[in-house]
């Protein structure tokens, strides 16, 4: 028999705060993490907004001769990393080292790094590169670092899948757990990409929202006005247990992961098939997973970009899964409050699914003022929803056609 696998470390760092009570309590004020970004001269830019991580500090968790030697997806996450241990009360030592893993992923990796090692190439020559730029750099370097701070001396790899990234990695962290090859896993994603190239390339594809005069109105997921997804950056992690040992050693725990899925949609480099089918594949794959039926899912929280095909199309997979219980649904995005945090959304929203389970609140999605009349489903518009939910699915889809799913349960000894 598989073991089961529960959550007893949460960290993160947002826009929306960067502790865990925080960003919990702002979602559930309706407040936006987004405004205009005062990093960079956006003069060219035709979107000027980002949630943008607000007084994040390294301090008590990384030196300051190390933070230099570290690009900031990597401090965004070695930062949360850090608090989720805390939170768990978590001791890593040579007992247990070999049974915590890591498993983190980032779905850029370094860009800042490789942008400033690039002009440094341009104007000073191959000599001046830092012999720590490739290091810096490399998506799995966050995931070693955390390694190497903690002691975690178990599986240790890093999933990239674009925007599914933090969702995958939590999902092959609970296999990896429910096998039986480790007994903790740190788990999720971090992402740095508002910097002029991340913005500028996203901005190219025309992907951005330009509502640039109300940032904070400008993430609309399942609205008929949306414009395009408002790009944000942080991390989200989790501490992921076998439950025997979480209860051993008297862990408190925030929930249960109970479903994995995971599909690819062969279609296109960064459009979702119009039916949806990859999504579907993968909501019904993590329900199968699980062992038990659509109509007990009770609640999604939606990929939900504020895109004019994902809302749409995510919105279609949803009903064509569950048919009439789609009505039913709690359905709503963590988008609409802190922007698409790429590599990182899936572990951030993962935290808000467990915790609406556990709480029985759920946030509202924020301007859905003129629903698109092929987005028919209960987003939570206007205000906060309460609801006894048992089961709920996290979705997150990337460019290239990935599409993880993760179904999480309220916690019941």
């Known amino acids: 028999m598989a073991n089961r696998v529960v959550i007893t470390g949460m960290g993160a760092v947002t826009p929306l705060g960067n502790e865990i009570e925080t960003l919990w309590e702002n979602l559930l004020a309706g ?10 001269d956006t003069e060219e830019f035709s979107s000027k907004i980002a949630g943008l991580v607000n007084d994040f500090s390294i301090e008590g968790y990384i030196d300051a001769k190390d933070a230099r030697r570290m690009d900031q997806f990597v401090q965004y996450g070695l930062v949360a990393s850090c608090k989720a241990i805390e939170d768990a009360k978590l001791n890593i030592d ?6 915590v893993g890591v498993v983190v992923g980032s779905g850029i990796g370094g860009m800042q790094t490789l942008c400033d090692q690039h002009s440094i190439l341009v104007e000073k020559g ?9 290091p810096m750099m490399i998506p799995n370097i966050l995931a070693g670092q955390i390694s190497i701070y903690t002691g975690a001396k178990g599986p240790n790899f890093c999933v990239v899948t674009a925007c599914a990234t933090a969702t995958h990695s939590i999902g092959e962290a609970f296999k990896t757990i429910q096998r ?5 896993i740190i788990s999720g994603g971090a992402e740095a990409p508002v910097i002029p190239l991340g913005v500028g390339g996203f901005t190219a594809m025309k992907a951005l929202s330009t509502r640039n005069d109300e940032p904070q109105k400008a993430s609309r997921p399942f609205d008929r006005d949306r414009d395009g997804f408002v790009i944000g950056e942080g991390a989200g992690i989790l501490v992921l247990e076998e439950l ?12 249960e992961v109970v479903g994995y899925g995971a599909s690819g949609d062969a279609y296109h480099i960064t459009a979702p098939e119009d039916n949806g089918s990859g999504a579907v594949r993968a909501m019904r794959a993590a329900i199968k997973d699980a062992g038990i039926e659509p109509e007990d899912v009770g609640y999604i929280n939606a990929h939900g970009t504020s895109t004019e095909l994902n809302d749409v199309i995510e919105s279609r997979a949803i009903k064509t899964l569950f048919g009439a219980h789609a009505k039913k649904l709690l ?3 963590t988008k609409s409050m802190t922007g698409h945090l790429l590599g990182a959304a899936g572990a951030v929203e993962g935290i808000v699914t467990a915790l609406s389970l556990q709480k029985g609140l759920f946030h509202q999605t924020m301007n859905l003022e003129n629903p698109d009349e092929e987005c028919d489903l209960n987003y939570i518009p206007g205000k906060n929803a309460e609801a006894d939910i048992t089961y709920g699915l996290s ?3 990337g460019f290239g056609g990935h599409n993880g799913v993760l179904l999480f349960k309220r916690y019941e000894e």
């Not at 407040?31 to 960079?40: P, T």
């Not at 191959?126 to 730029?133: G, T, V």
């Not at 025997?244 to 929930?255: N, V």
Request: aromatic share 8%; hydrophobic share 35%; glycine share 8%.
């Open 31 to 40: 407040k936006s993490g987004v405004r205009l970004i005062d990093r960079f």
């Open 331 to 333: 359905v709503n995005s």
């Open 244 to 255: 025997e040992h979480a209860l051993k050693r008297g862990a408190k725990i925030y929930g």
């Open 126 to 134: 191959p000599r001046r590169l830092s012999p720590l730029f490739i």
């Open 94 to 99: 040579e007992s247990n080292a070999h049974r």
């Open 180 to 184: 039986g090859q480790a007994d903790i």
């Open 395 to 397: 979705n997150s889809f």
